[in-house]
């Protein structure tokens, strides 16, 4: 019998068991089963994990509880899970979403990414409904790409660390103020991803005027070989305009700006999350010549 046990912040050891059990799916499924917040967030004791272990002590399934997640309803939370591809169809899966509704009182939102079926026939048997979709878009960076056009006046920078963190709160929590995840940051969300092996201030895209004003950035992210296949692959990790600069087709630029910066750094293919009802972004994004590639969606009950 598998065991089930919560824990608050991980150990060490714990956090290795669960980025192993997250690959395991990755190559099953060809999608990753766990969102950045959730890695990110792995030893924090704000947050609460459940471990699934099998007979021999081997983690075979996790869930990550936000009490105060985004999408969080007043008396609920928002959870994401995995369980290994060799221990799924034999009901752990929705143990697993049982024991989440008892901790919250039944009030629940789980992101299911990828809509895979087995996640669509546990959220239909135990009465979720989708509540949010988002969507993910990718383009091949060895077609033609445009030259960005940027307005008179207006020349692009990399990210300075140190310097550039309260300018781009500034106009991250104005463009995004109706976000559930984007908006509302602070210094030390920052930081926290300054200090991820990924981040490259290089490809952090500041759009500043004459007297080095923010107007707007596209930060770019690139994830390694396994993440989303065999080859590493680029991302338009978060893209903002100041909303006292809209209008002036900034947005556009600015990904065309990180799509070379990608290309430049030796990357084919790039992808980008957007809201499914973000018809305006979604527009911008088909123009460039992104598809949709694969959709997460949270669901509620």
Do not use: C
Not at 233 to 241: A, N
């Amino acid at each position: 019998m598998t065991e089930l046990s919560w824990h608050a912040g991980l150990t060490g050891s714990e956090i290795g068991e669960v980025t192993a059990l997250a690959t395991a799916a990755i190559d099953a499924d060809g999608v990753a089963p766990l969102g950045e917040h959730v890695l990110l967030h792995l030893s924090d004791d704000s947050t609460v994990h459940l471990l699934a272990r099998d007979g021999h002590g081997h983690v075979v399934g996790f869930a990550h509880l936000d009490p105060a997640g985004a999408d969080a309803t007043e008396t609920g939370g928002v959870a994401e899970l995995t369980v290994h591809p060799h221990h799924r169809r034999g009901g752990l899966g929705t143990r697993i979403v049982e024991a989440l509704l008892e901790r919250t009182g039944g009030h629940l939102r789980v992101w299911a990414h990828g809509r895979l079926p087995g996640a669509v026939a546990i959220a239909e048997r135990l009465g979720f409904s989708p509540a949010r979709t988002l969507l993910q878009m990718s383009r091949s960076l060895l077609t033609p790409l445009a030259t960005p056009a940027f307005p008179d006046g207006v020349r692009v920078r990399p990210f300075v660390v140190g310097a550039d963190e309260a300018e781009f709160l500034r106009v991250n929590n104005a463009a995004f103020d109706w976000h559930p995840e984007q908006g509302g940051w602070d210094v030390e969300q920052v930081k926290v991803r300054e200090s991820e092996p990924w981040f490259d201030p290089a490809g952090f895209l500041l759009a500043v005027d004459e007297s080095d004003r923010l107007l707007g950035y596209h930060w770019t992210k690139v994830h390694g070989p396994g993440e989303y296949g065999p080859e590493p692959v680029g991302e338009v990790y978060v893209l903002g305009v100041d909303p006292a600069a809209w209008g002036r087709r900034l947005g556009e630029a600015l990904t065309l700006a990180g799509l070379h910066h990608l290309r430049d750094h030796g990357l084919t293919q790039v992808i980008l999350y957007v809201e499914a009802d973000n018809a305006a972004a979604v527009r911008v994004y088909e123009r460039l010549g992104f598809v949709v590639s694969n959709t997460d969606v949270s669901y509620a009950r």
